[in-house]
């Protein structure tokens, strides 16, 4: 699963915050279990490589193995799959206080920190430059602003349901866009709001991306667990405008392993590129 397709969940999920909030359904173990399980072997994952990294700018010359090609998925995937990470930290957040409970938040702010951390580790590469030429941290810049702006703006649908500055990159910005949202309409009209969202959404990350999906298995694992958290809840009763891939993950059985399962299935393996390559100083 592409990291495009994460981020097309984190707006399905900030979209549908009210009824996930809010939903007399209750988050299985099964699924926090997996989300936790599997965003905790991508952390990992990303952990080994940015170490490499970072052991990398005292060298002469960068490694074959970490030539840009290979690695421009893996840093691309850890700026954009934050819009998940948070949005869904905020989601279960407001489901725990509802319930007044601690029941799924923590398990979401471990990973959370897990992945503030990656992005911190990131940013340092990229501000170092000895590793990451010029056109490549401008290009990575470029997307991470754009990741800001979007999280901050879908934020905006949970701002009635918690405080929404606590997960965003600029409060204020966020903010404004809450008041910019008129979130009775948008609560009406969920289907019409969850459209737009998602064409806009897509349109903007439909170029600039590498075509790659470096940590594919994981991000089914963790979208598997975020939609089979609220299964009945997040359903086209309440407007869900689904991608072909969430059509098809609803449609399989009610247990997140055979939703994986029928991921598996359908995703078709990304071919190789040139791992060779050296990156550009």
């Known amino acids: 699963m592409h ?22 359904g209750r988050l299985p ?5 997996q989300y936790w399980t599997a965003s905790k072997c991508r952390l990992d994952r990303w952990g080994r490589l940015l170490r490499q990294l970072t052991a990398a700018q005292n060298e ?49 702010r ?7 951390e990656a ?15 010029l056109p ?7 997307l991470r602003r754009r990741v800001e702006r979007w999280t901050d703006m879908l934020l ?20 404004d866009f809450s008041d910019d949202l008129d979130h009775e309409a948008a609560q009406a009209d969920r289907r019409f709001t969850c ?8 349109g903007s990350f439909a170029e600039g991306l590498s075509d790659r999906s470096p940590n594919a298995d994981l991000n089914r694992r963790i979208a598997s667990a975020v939609l089979g958290a609220f299964r009945e809840e997040i359903t086209d009763s309440t407007g869900l405008v689904k991608s072909l891939w969430l059509e098809r993950l609803c449609r399989t059985a009610s247990d997140t392993e055979g939703m994986v399962e029928e991921l598996l299935r359908l995703d078709v393996p990304q071919e190789g590129v040139t791992r060779n390559r050296c990156w550009q100083r």
């Open 3 to 24: 990291v495009r397709d994460l981020a097309e969940l984190a707006a399905l999920v900030a979209v549908h915050a009210p009824v996930i909030v809010q939903g007399a």
């Open 29 to 33: 173990h099964s699924a926090s279990e």
């Open 60 to 108: 002469a010359e960068i490694s074959p193995t970490l030539a840009w090609t290979r690695v421009r998925p893996v840093l691309e995937e850890i700026f954009v799959a934050e819009m998940l990470t948070r949005l869904w930290t905020a989601v279960v957040m407001a489901y725990d206080a509802v319930r007044g409970d601690q029941e799924v938040e923590p398990v979401a």
């Open 110 to 116: 471990n990973i959370l920190g897990g992945h503030l």
């Open 119 to 133: 992005r911190q580790r990131l940013l340092g590469l990229l501000s170092d430059g000895r590793v990451i030429g």
């Open 136 to 142: 490549q941290a401008v290009q990575l810049n470029h």
């Open 156 to 175: 905006a649908h949970l701002a009635d349901s918690i405080d929404i500055a606590e997960f965003a990159f600029e409060p204020e910005r966020a903010a």
């Open 195 to 202: 459209q737009l969202v998602l064409v806009s959404l897509k």
